[in-house]
C-alpha cells in the first residue's frame, strides 16, 4: 500500500476513523504507528522514519518478541495484551502524537483534514469538510 491508497481510501468514506473513545496516548501512538506500518507510508520531508523511530521510543516492551511484533505494525496488539507500556522515555509522548497529527494532515487528500470529528474529540481520523467548516 501507499499513500496513494490510503488517500483512496480515505476518498471512498466522509470519514475514515482510526480510533474512537479515547485520547491516552499511547493508544493514539499505537494506533499511529501500526497505520504508518500498514500502508507503507514514506516521506522524508515528513520525517516519517524519525517519527516512527520516535514513536517506539515511546514504549518499554515486556521482552524481544513484544519488540519485533511491534516494529511489524502490531503495536496496538502489543499495547491492547499489556506488553507494551508508555516508558520513561526522554520523548513526550503528547509531543509525538502532535508531529503524528501533523504529517496526517500533511498527507490529507483533497478536501479533507486529520484531527478530531467535530462535536467528539475522541473520534478521529480523516473527515470531509462541511460547507461550514471550509468557510
Given at each position: 500500500m501507499s499513500k496513494k491508497q490510503l488517500q483512496?481510501?480515505?476518498?471512498?468514506?466522509?470519514?475514515?476513523?482510526?480510533?474512537?473513545?479515547?485520547?491516552?496516548?499511547?493508544?493514539l501512538l499505537a494506533v499511529a504507528y501500526d497505520l504508518i506500518q500498514l500502508y507503507k507510508l514514506r516521506g522524508a520531508r515528513c520525517g516519517i522514519s524519525d517519527l516512527k523511530a520516535s514513536i517506539m521510543e515511546c514504549y518499554s516492551f515486556r521482552d524481544s518478541t513484544s519488540r519485533e511484533n511491534a516494529r511489524s505494525g502490531?503495536?496496538?496488539?502489543?499495547?491492547?495484551?499489556?506488553?507494551?507500556?508508555?516508558?520513561?522515555?526522554?520523548?513526550?509522548?503528547?509531543?509525538?502524537?502532535d508531529d503524528c497529527t501533523t504529517f496526517?494532515?500533511?498527507?490529507?487528500?483533497?478536501?479533507?483534514?486529520?484531527?478530531?470529528?467535530?462535536?467528539?474529540?475522541?473520534?478521529?481520523?480523516w473527515f470531509q469538510y462541511t460547507k461550514e467548516v471550509a468557510q
Open positions: 483512496k481510501d480515505i476518498r471512498a468514506f466522509t470519514e475514515f476513523v482510526i480510533t474512537e473513545g479515547s485520547l491516552n496516548p499511547k493508544h502490531l503495536l496496538w496488539s502489543e499495547v491492547y495484551h499489556g506488553r507494551a507500556e508508555l516508558g520513561d522515555s526522554a520523548l513526550s509522548p503528547h509531543i509525538v502524537w496526517f494532515e500533511s498527507i490529507s487528500p483533497s478536501g479533507y483534514y486529520f484531527g478530531s470529528l467535530e462535536g467528539d474529540d475522541a473520534c478521529i481520523g
